[in-house]
């Protein structure tokens, strides 16, 4: 019976591994998200997610091409080198994350 049930699990683990494609757009909706966030009132946070909006097609074919994605079949993983934004002045890490069951999680 557990075997029967771990399979089932696996299965579904399985089905719902997100690919890169929906990675991005997880990326794309957190920007906008955080964007919304930082902002102080309505007006700037219109003006925040519209900005975000533009560049939104733009950050997630670059995302698309630069993300390392390492698929265990069931699970997956991905890992943005943020080294670019460090070479700005920016402090930021690098971006891990693991996606499961259609979600992602960082690592």
């Given at each position: ?12 683990m ?16 957190h ?21 975000a ?40 890490k690098?971006?891990?994350m693991?996606?499961?069951f ?6």
């Open positions: 019976m557990r075997y029967l049930i771990i399979t089932i699990v696996l299965i579904i399985g089905f719902s591994n997100p690919n890169t494609s929906e990675f991005s757009s997880f990326i794309v909706s920007i906008k998200n955080e964007m919304l966030k930082d902002s102080e009132t309505k007006e700037t946070s219109n003006l925040s997610t519209g900005i909006s533009l560049f939104a097609k733009s950050i997630a074919i670059e995302i698309g091409k630069s993300v390392d994605r390492t698929n265990f079949i069931f699970v997956s993983t991905y890992f943005i080198d943020m080294s670019i934004f460090r070479d700005f002045g920016a402090e930021t690098d971006i891990r693991l996606g499961i259609g979600t992602f999680i960082p690592i």
